[in-house]
T-cell receptor
Framework: DGGITQSPKYLFRKEGQNVTLSCEQN?????MYWYRQDPGQGLRLIYY???????QKGDIAEGYSVSREKKESFPLTVTSAQKNPTAFYLC??????????????FGAGSRLTVL | DAKTTQPPSMDCAEGRAANLPCNHS???????VYWYRQIHSQGPQYIIH???NNETNEMASLIITEDRKSSTLILPHATLRDTAVYYC??????????????FGRGTQLTVWP
């Protein structure tokens, strides 16, 4: 079955440590996204990538970094510069059509807790 | 950048229709209305979208008013598994803000037995 796999599902880290969240998709989607969700809140866009080797900052990119070396993979690194990293992180993807609706497929999420 | 207004919570009896409203009075002519839902601690799931006409699929129906300033998502026979947060989103067609769907706080729908 095609879909998006995020790992790990739960992650604990100490302050000052960088962590990398994995996002892999086998949907042959061109564009991939990372969102952050805090308790009781909506989703906020961190980074997105429309093609391999290219990505753009979203609304809350500070303290995060990404790479897009392969079409299938879009890992997110939460750096020590991110002041409040405890959150639920969601990866999504979609086809890169030029017109029409844009329907996102989401992964199951990764919950990061900083101790 | 909220462009939609939804009630924070609603409830519905199992087996009855759930009608979730959404106001989007500033919607532009090229903006779609999307609905997603998120079951607790899972990723959001796409439900349906529309531009001008009413739409129906296996999950739900979307009714858009003629002036496009509001819409209603209808779950015709709600089940306990429909308990979730439902997000109404408006976004331009591709080519401008690809993927930038703004998810607000949505409506928490609780279906009770």
């Amino acid at each position: 079955d095609g879909g998006i796999t995020q790992s790990p599902k739960y992650l604990f880290r100490k302050e000052g440590q960088n962590v990398t969240l994995s996002c892999e998709q086998n949907l042959n989607h061109d564009a991939m996204y990372w969102y952050r969700q805090d308790p009781g809140q909506g989703l906020r866009l961190i980074y997105y990538s429309q093609i391999v080797n290219d990505f753009q900052k979203g609304d809350i990119a500070e303290g995060y970094s990404v790479s897009r070396e392969k079409k299938e993979s879009f890992p997110l690194t939460v750096t020590s510069a991110q002041k409040n990293p405890t959150a639920f992180y969601l990866c999504a993807s979609t086809y890169q059509a030029t017109t029409g609706a844009n329907v996102l497929t989401f992964g199951a999420g990764s919950r990061l807790t900083v101790l | 950048d909220a462009k939609t207004t939804q009630p924070p919570s609603m409830d519905c009896a199992e087996g009855r229709a759930a009608n979730l409203p959404c106001n989007h009075s500033t919607i532009s002519g090229n903006e779609y209305v999307y609905w997603y839902r998120q079951i607790h601690s899972q990723g959001p799931q796409y439900i349906i979208h529309g531009l001008k006409n009413n739409e129906t699929n296996e999950m739900a129906s979307l009714i858009i008013t003629e002036d496009r300033k509001s819409s209603t998502l209808i779950l015709p026979h709600a089940t306990l598994r429909d308990t979730a947060v439902y997000y109404c989103i408006v976004s331009p067609q591709r080519g401008s803000t690809l993927g930038r769907l703004y998810f607000g706080r949505g409506t928490q729908l609780t279906v009770w037995p």
